[in-house]
């Protein structure tokens, strides 16, 4: 038996004595969790200035290094949202739905862990941490892997977490990490079925591709944003170019950031120059359609077929002329991932159709897609961002890391 199954086994029969833990053991547990990463943050410092020195070794890009990248007010704020986890509501054994049938059986369908949920994420220690905290609170046991850029960090914070909530009566092996770097164990964790009851990716496309593509587990495909905004004929030019700035500049390097610009032919010439001159003054990469290119504004470059589809996770944009509400959200809803996408307008009616027609996780109407986040949605922590339909969509908090299961009570009735 391999130490990839050793590990699945350990874990199934932690996430069932886990389940069975009360409330107030899981809420403890949390609140020790977090007390853990902040009285350790040394620690956990040391190790990722391993990852980082090995990052910038490899030459990996500006924005992999910001979300690779711990401090101790970054530790302070990854404890936090474990720790607000406490006093989130439990959803285990919550009540969906009931009722008496006619044969007198009282049904009832209520909130259940999923079990084993396995993790394989690239370089972001903090979703170790959310991670975990959510898989105790939902009383799911986790295996988690983190990517080789981040190995240190995630595998010292796992160790941290693990031992913390083991000493608060969580179950021994409900939070693991698989410590090779080789692609064969991910290969091997992507194949358990009857082990793993699901499998979240969390980076790129080409890691979640692969997942989507080779497992043979339950899979919830998360992440990959290749977000727009639309700045229709209505827009106000002042909203447009702060939403613009947020959505691309604040931090590129995430799933939510904005990689297309759409902009109506009918106020292209008055708002697409601004706007193209703030994102360069920022420091972003602008890659324009003719009309665009059309415009002479200083600093744009020709845009391929490829940019249209591509999430660059970087300070670059591409930049089309469209015409009309139409066109836009055809455009969008051929390239777009069906992550964030977000319409800038003061045209209700046009405000309406953006909202109903966007097939995405989150639309928003004159507001960045940079709140497509958990903690923003109120959620608390996240395990990630489904842009898939099935079983959870957008930002996956408590629920989405929960199963129901119908229970019946009766007095000896049988089926005629």
Not at 157 to 170: C, H, N, Q, R, V
Request: aromatic share 4%; proline share 4%.
């Amino acid at each position: 038996m391999t130490e990839i199954t050793q590990l699945a086994l350990r874990a199934r029969d932690a996430s069932r004595a886990l389940a069975k833990t009360s409330s107030a053991v899981r809420d403890t547990a949390l609140r020790a969790m977090a007390a853990a990463l902040v009285a350790h943050t040394d620690r956990i410092l040391a190790a990722n200035a391993l990852d980082m020195e090995a990052a910038r070794e490899a030459g990996t890009p500006g924005p992999l290094l910001d979300r690779l990248m711990l401090d101790e007010d970054r530790i302070v704020a990854i404890a936090g949202s474990v720790d607000a986890l406490a006093l989130q509501a439990d959803p285990i054994g919550e009540v969906v739905s009931g009722h008496r049938m006619p044969n007198g059986i009282w049904l009832q369908q209520v909130r259940v862990p999923l079990g084993v949920v396995a993790m394989i994420y690239e370089a972001r220690p903090n979703v170790t941490a959310d991670a975990a905290a959510l898989c105790v609170k939902t009383g799911n046991a986790a295996i988690l892997r983190g990517g080789s850029l981040a190995i240190h960090s995630c595998l010292t914070i796992s160790d941290i977490l693990s031992e913390a909530a083991t000493a608060s009566g969580i179950p021994e092996h409900a939070i693991q990490s698989i410590t090779s770097v080789d692609r064969a164990a991910t290969d091997e964790l992507m194949r358990l079925h009857g082990l793993i009851d699901v499998l979240i990716p969390r980076g790129g496309a080409g890691l979640i591709r692969n997942v989507v593509a080779n497992a043979t587990v339950p899979v919830i495909e998360t992440g990959v944003g290749n977000c727009h905004i639309y700045v229709h004929s209505a827009a106000q030019l002042d909203m447009a170019v702060s939403i613009v700035l947020n959505a691309k500049c604040q931090r590129p390097g995430v799933c939510n950031s904005a990689e297309s610009l759409l902009v109506d032919e009918s106020v292209c010439e008055a708002y697409l120059p601004p706007i193209l001159r703030a994102l360069t003054a920022a420091g972003v990469e602008v890659r324009g359609d003719e009309r665009t290119l059309s415009l002479d504004v200083e600093g744009v470059v020709p845009a391929t077929e490829d940019d249209w589809g591509t999430e660059y996770l970087d300070l670059k944009i591409s930049v089309a002329v469209v015409a009309g509400l139409d066109e836009a959200i055809a455009h969008v809803n051929r390239y777009g991932t069906r992550h964030s996408e977000a319409i800038v307008t003061e045209d209700y009616d046009a405000a309406r159709r953006f909202l109903d027609e966007v097939d995405a996780a989150a639309v928003y109407v004159n507001a960045s897609t940079r709140f497509t986040d958990g903690g923003e949605f109120g959620l608390g922590a996240e395990i990630g961002i489904s842009t898939q339909k099935l079983h959870a969509r957008g930002p996956m908090g408590l629920t989405a890391l929960t199963s129901t299961k119908f229970l019946a009570m009766g007095n000896g009735q049988v089926r005629p």
